[in-house]
């Protein structure tokens, strides 16, 4: 079995570097290295059907020797379809806990005014997705300032954000 | 009859599509997804008697044959473990429909994405059992967990995120390295399909298959909660809703330890792994009770009795003989149910009583009858005594580590044995505190043992009172129930494990029902 070398080389930096930002407490930055990281393995697996060659036609003519080995193809192609639904999962995951970091709990809630309304009454006197636009916001340009915002916090209030919106 | 075998994948997963299309109506989402338990538990009964009398069940997907498609297959070890699943996912069902039932007055609805996502972790833990190829194996196990992570972060709470990411992130660790594993097995063998590595491996120099075994190993090991790669398991678990919990903790580590005796026996049969895994068993017990020991709130107590009590199954997996695959497989189906059981019996302590944590429990033993003599068979169960289940299956693993004789099994015995007493005191401070002490008594009570004892970080302290359904008892009871069966058919029960050891420990059983003509 012969392989790329340029291939091996690209893996291997890719894990490394995957690997080393995964480490990091911020959870976009894990993000990130998981996707180095997964795709340093669908190379790896691609690593693994050898050198190249014709496609993985049958046609009839081609001598098999010449055909490139097509399982490890199937492979990647199943793991990089897991691995995007999974990344899908981890942005909103990343989002949640990014909302719950800069506005707590309370950011699901409707503001005090608006208690004891029927969820018609309150649903007419405003649209909750403006609001919800309007603090996220106000807070991302907060957060601006301070990098690393979205590491899973453990107080789940922060009082100067929450003063802002008052 | 072999037409079973795709069914129990196939049927979760349409369940799951049809459940999420009626999102709307959650009394048909219910009965759905019902149904489709009921029904995967009776297929896998049949199954299960189909394969005990004709021998394996192979399919092989569209018709193409191994190695070139898909194969899956069912023997006695895959026809048992999906009965038993099946069992503890319907059980689990009922209890969180009596959950959502009780909760209806003060709660928001139910979220209408729990029973599809429900369905389709069934769906990848039925998968797991029957997949006959390695890849096929990563599938099922990213359709469960990509489940699991959706069930562990249900609505979306500060704690749950918080556990959900240490959980998330160490699975796909795990996942990544099953995935790379395989990528090397297809290096060195050019397939994927498990019987066939089976037969090529034998050819690969020495210090190559163990490579290959420990890859697989390690990252079979993160999902099986071995330890040193048990760490995430008491700060995941415990946050999630306690049916959640339940089968998290039933089923999913048991999948790990499932995929384990895969490799052990058909895949890596001549990889010398005894010591090592003699060690980790035996550091597993101790360090997992260990750590029960000092907790507090009773969820994460029981995570941790679950970390220490898969010690035993992999000291049997480790032993390697008939005679301890036998009681392997036998304790196994044990712990899947007295540890389910017992999340139940724990989600309904915090519903009677208003919190998990021991230092605000009190007086449950006449506030809750029922929940108490549910606690007490489960807690007795699960720590051994005679003449239960847990009982029967630590005497035959015990047994059989006699039997193999060398210094390192009588060291294991020995951890195990008292493991199995440090388990008792921990469930037994349980039924003191939660129990036994009367409710006056917990207001400034005091003792240094108590002081000691950590409580559930996320704990805010708060005691919460909720109305329990009789659905969510019975459901409990029901389990309890099943694991009392466990000891009473034991006799029974104990000569299917054997028939299923035999068939495990013979890797040309396997083979052979997959390629019954010759090997390609």
Not at chain 1, 25 to 33: C, E, F, N
Request: net charge negative; hydrophobic share 55%; proline share 5%.
């Amino acid at each position: 079995m012969s392989a790329s070398l340029t291939l091996v080389i690209l893996m291997g930096v890719m894990y490394a570097v995957g690997i080393y930002v995964m480490l990091e407490r911020s959870l976009t930055r894990v993000l990130i290295g998981f996707l180095l990281v997964g795709n340093a393995t669908n190379i790896l697996i691609f690593i693994m059907s050898g050198g190249s060659g014709r496609p993985p036609l049958v046609t009839g003519t081609a001598a098999d020797a010449d055909i490139v080995d097509p399982i490890p193809q199937v492979l990647m192609l199943t793991a990089i379809v897991i691995n995007f639904g999974i990344t899908a999962f981890l942005l909103a995951l990343i989002y949640r806990s990014w909302w719950l970091a800069q506005l707590g709990e309370e950011g699901d809630t409707l503001p005090d005014e608006h208690k004891g309304e029927t969820e018609a009454e309150t649903e007419s006197s405003f649209d909750p997705l403006d609001l919800d636009d309007a603090a996220v916001h106000e807070v991302l340009r907060a957060s601006d300032e301070r990098p690393d915002d979205d590491a899973p916090a453990r107080s789940t209030h922060d009082d100067t954000t929450r003063e802002e919106r008052s | 009859m072999n037409a079973i075998v795709p069914l129990v994948v196939m049927l979760p997963l349409l369940g799951a599509a049809v459940a999420l299309t009626l999102g709307k109506y959650p009394k048909i989402q219910i009965a759905v997804s019902t149904l489709v338990l009921a029904t995967v538990a009776v297929l896998s009964i049949m199954l299960l008697v189909h394969v005990d009398a004709n021998g394996p069940a192979v399919v092989h997907v569209g018709g193409w044959e191994a190695p070139f498609g898909i194969v899956l297959v069912a023997d006695r070890l895959a026809a048992i473990m999906l009965v038993v699943s099946s069992l503890m996912l319907l059980g689990v069902l009922i209890f969180a429909v009596g959950q959502g039932i009780a909760d209806r007055d003060s709660n928001p609805p139910p979220v209408s994405i729990f029973h599809p996502t429900y369905l389709v972790l069934a769906a990848g833990v039925f998968d797991a059992f029957v997949a006959g190829d390695l890849f096929n194996l990563y599938v099922a196990f990213e359709m469960l967990l990509a489940a699991s992570y959706v069930l562990l972060t249900l609505g979306g709470t500060g704690a749950r995120i918080r556990a959900g990411v240490t959980y998330i992130v160490v699975s796909l660790m795990s996942s990544i390295i099953f995935v790379a594993s395989i990528a090397l097995i297809y290096g060195a063998t050019g397939t994927v399909t498990i019987a066939l590595i089976s037969e090529r491996v034998r050819d690969l120099p020495p210090n190559i298959q163990l490579v290959l075994c420990l890859a697989l190993l390690v990252g079979f090991s993160v999902k099986a909660a071995l330890f040193p790669l048990s760490f995430w398991l008491p700060d995941s678990y415990p946050t999630a809703p306690a049916p959640v919990t339940a089968v998290f903790a039933g089923l999913l580590t048991k999948v790990g330890i499932y995929a384990i005796i895969r490799v052990d026996t058909v895949l890596f049969v001549d990889v010398p792994l005894q010591t090592p895994l003699l060690i980790v068993a035996a550091v597993t017990m101790v360090v997992g009770i260990l750590g029960a020991v000092a907790q507090a709130d009773i969820k994460r107590l029981l995570s941790f009795t679950l970390v220490s009590h898969i010690g035993y199954m992999v000291f049997g997996i480790a032993i390697g003989s008939e005679a301890a695959t036998t009681a392997t497989i036998y304790y196994v189906v044990h712990h899947i149910v007295v540890q389910t059981a017992l999340f139940l019996v724990a989600g309904l302590i915090e519903r009677v009583g208003g919190s998990t944590s021991l230092s605000r429990l009190g007086g449950l033993l006449t506030a809750a009858p029922v929940v108490a003599v549910l606690y007490f068979i489960g807690a007795l169960n699960l720590g051994g005594i005679p003449p239960f289940s847990g009982f029967l299956g630590k005497v035959g693993l015990f047994r059989a580590g006699a039997e193999s004789g060398t210094p390192l099994d009588y060291v294991v015995i020995a951890a195990g044995a008292a493991t199995s007493l440090v388990t008792l005191y921990a469930l037994a401070r349980v039924w003191n505190m939660a129990f036994w002490r009367r409710r006056r008594e917990v207001e400034g009570y005091s003792s240094s043992l108590m002081a000691s004892l950590s409580e559930n970080p996320e704990d805010d302290g708060r005691v919460a009172l909720k109305t329990v359904s009789p659905l969510m008892v019975s459901a409990t009871a029901g389990l309890m129930a099943l694991t009392v069966a466990l000891t009473v058919f034991a006799g029974p029960l104990f000569g299917l494990a054997e028939r299923a050891a035999e068939n495990v420990e013979d890797p040309s059983v396997y083979v052979r029902a997959v390629f019954p003509e010759e090997v390609p």
